[in-house]
C-alpha cells in the first residue's frame, strides 16, 4: 500500500475530457472547484475506521490503522532570538493527544482522506465528481441552461447535507464556478450557484491540481505559469553547475525541471 498513492494528472485528465466531450456534443458544462479547509487535521477517526471497515478493511488490518492514528500528541514550539545578547529562547507548549486529523507529508495520508470523502460521489448523482484530498470538483452538464440550473441547485443542497455530515469545512470565499465554452462561442452563460448562501463567483482562470485551466480550455495561462517556475529552476541549475557534478545535477533537472515539464503534457 504504501507504494500507491492518487494520480492527481489522471483525474486532471479525466476532468478536462469530461468538459471537452460535453462541448464538442453542444452541450452546457459548469465546473465548482470546492476548496476544503484544512482537510488534514478534522477527519475524524472512529468515523475513518468505519468506512474502512464498510470498505471490508477489518479486524487486524483495521487496528492497524487505528494504531497508526491514535496516541499521537502535538505541541506547539516558537523560538525567539535575542540579538543583543546572541542567545535564542525555545517556548514549548504542553503535548495534546491528536483526536482528529491524519499524518500530513505521508503517503497514507491523501489515501485516507479519499476513502473517508469517497461517498459524496456515492450521494451525488446529478453531477460528476473528482475528488483529490482538499482540492474537489463538481461537474454539471446537461442539454440546456434550464436543466443545468436545477442540476447545480440540488448538488450545492446535497454537499451542504454531506458535508458537514462528514465534519468537513468548505471554503466558500475559495470556493469558484467555472462555465466552460468554446473559444469561437458565446461570452460564457453565468448561472446563479449559493453554497451556504452565499452566491459562489465565476471565474476565468483557476488552478487546479497543478494545471492553469481556462473557461475556454485554452494552454496560455498553463503555458505562462509553467515558464516562470522552470525559469526559477533552469536559475537555480546554472547557479550550481560549477559545484555539483553532473550526476547531481540530472538528478535536479529531472525532479524539478522535466518532471513539471511533462505534467499533464498530453492535455
Known amino acids: 500500500m504504501d507504494s500507491w498513492s492518487p494520480n492527481p494528472q489522471r483525474m486532471l485528465i479525466t476532468h478536462l475530457c469530461s468538459v471537452q466531450k460535453a462541448l464538442h456534443s453542444h452541450l452546457y458544462a459548469v465546473g465548482i472547484f470546492l476548496d476544503l479547509s484544512k482537510a488534514y487535521d478534522v477527519i475524524k477517526h472512529n468515523r475513518l475506521l468505519d468506512k474502512l471497515d464498510s470498505y471490508g478493511i477489518r479486524d487486524s488490518i483495521n487496528r492497524w490503522f487505528q494504531s497508526y492514528l491514535t496516541n499521537r500528541t502535538q505541541f506547539i514550539e516558537i523560538s525567539q532570538m535575542d540579538r543583543s545578547k546572541h542567545t535564542q529562547h525555545k517556548f514549548q507548549s504542553s503535548s495534546r493527544t491528536v483526536t482528529h486529523g491524519v499524518p500530513q507529508g505521508s503517503i497514507l ?40 440550473q436545477m442540476k447545480l441547485s440540488l448538488v450545492m443542497k446535497q454537499l451542504e447535507i454531506l458535508i458537514p455530515k462528514n465534519d468537513l469545512i468548505i471554503n466558500t470565499t475559495k470556493t469558484i464556478a467555472m462555465s466552460f465554452h468554446l473559444c469561437y462561442s458565446k461570452p460564457p452563460f453565468k448561472l446563479r450557484t449559493l453554497l451556504r448562501n452565499k452566491e459562489i463567483d465565476y471565474m476565468p482562470e483557476v488552478k487546479f491540481l497543478g494545471m492553469c485551466i481556462t473557461e475556454n480550455l485554452t494552454s496560455q495561462a498553463h503555458i505562462c505559469s509553467l515558464c516562470h517556475r522552470l525559469s526559477k529552476t533552469f536559475f537555480i541549475i546554472t547557479s550550481v553547475k560549477n559545484t555539483l557534478s553532473s550526476h547531481v545535477l540530472w538528478k535536479i533537472y529531472f525532479a524539478y525541471f522535466d518532471s513539471q515539464l511533462r505534467y499533464a503534457i498530453i492535455l
Open 109 to 148: 495520508g491523501p489515501l485516507l482522506i479519499l476513502v473517508y470523502i469517497n461517498d459524496l460521489s456515492l450521494n451525488i448523482e446529478a453531477a460528476k465528481l473528482i475528488l483529490y484530498v482538499d482540492d474537489t470538483n463538481v461537474l454539471v452538464i446537461d442539454m440546456n441552461k434550464e436543466a443545468v
